[in-house]
């Protein structure tokens, strides 16, 4: 943790790539790869095997016969990944992050895989989407064509008792999310969840037209916030990076000099009935203009805070 925020290892070496950040990418997740077949080599055959399951003849069953590199100078290019076990076998990985597919870029590299004399060999694809693959000429059934939410559930399902493994996928698992090559599945409690916060923030505003009927309130929601901004002088309201903790600041930005909390769970208000609740909140209005004095107000809006 710093300054209270979880830093993840791969997000704070991006910073000092060199290279693209797709290239940046290939190396981390190689990284990982080549760890785990020194740490964890059953989980790590298994996942080799999902993302090459085209192999003709045989799948990777030989840890220390394997070699996982990039960017290996080819007569087609350069594929990101390529991946060997012995001398019959290899296994082409090519590696889209924001930019397209160049035409004729699989095929090419299918051609060479075919000249290369190995006769086990396979070409993959690796994406965020299915629809990235719309380019290619090739059959479905001359690449494998897998996405990054899959390799997401392949790595979050390897074997997880070696702890050095155990922390550089969940590292690398992190990063692909705040890249956006992976996103959180969206459960059943959404439809339950966005009109719960719309509910407590009516609540809100309810509460603080009660403690101060003549006061000045406007409404505010954004992408990092929703709230009020209160008698030109405060923020009351939550931060969805916290939605735990409602907030009452004497800042519009991003450094209020004093603030209250609310926490939902440490005040078990969410097992209040309504009107509990809103007694509750009430009582925090109160409580926070006595407690919090007003400080220099911004024009920087919640959404400005990360």
Known sequence: MLGGTAVNMFSVLSAYGLSSPENYLTEALVYVLTMMLRRTPRATLEILNRLAPSLPKHPFS?????????????????????????????????????SPLEPGQLEAYLGE????????????????????????????????????????????????????????????????????????????????????????????????????PKGQIRRSGGWFARGFYVDNAYFFGIRYAEPMLIVFENNFGTSPSAKATLDIRGTHFLALNHGEQFEALIAFVKESLTSVPKGTVTTAPPDAAA
């Open 62 to 98: 030989a840890p220390a016969d394997i070699a996982i590199r990039t960017q290996l100078e080819t007569p087609a290019g350069r594929p990101d990944i390529c991946i060997t076990q012995g001398t019959d076998t290899l296994v082409y990985v090519e590696i889209k992050h924001d």
């Open 113 to 212: 895989l075919d000249r290369s004399g190995r006769p086990n060999h396979a070409l993959v694809f690796l994406s965020r989407s299915k629809g990235d693959s719309s380019i290619t000429t090739l059959a479905e059934s001359q690449f494998t064509h897998a996405c990054w939410y899959n390799l997401h559930d392949w790595l979050l399902l390897s074997t997880r008792s070696e702890p050095v493994c155990s922390f550089l996928v969940d590292e690398l698992l992190a990063y692909l999310q705040e890249k956006a090559m992976d996103l959180p599945h969206v459960d059943w409690e959404y439809q339950d969840g966005v009109p719960a916060l719309l509910h407590l923030t009516g609540m809100m505003e309810a509460a603080y037209k009660e403690v101060l």
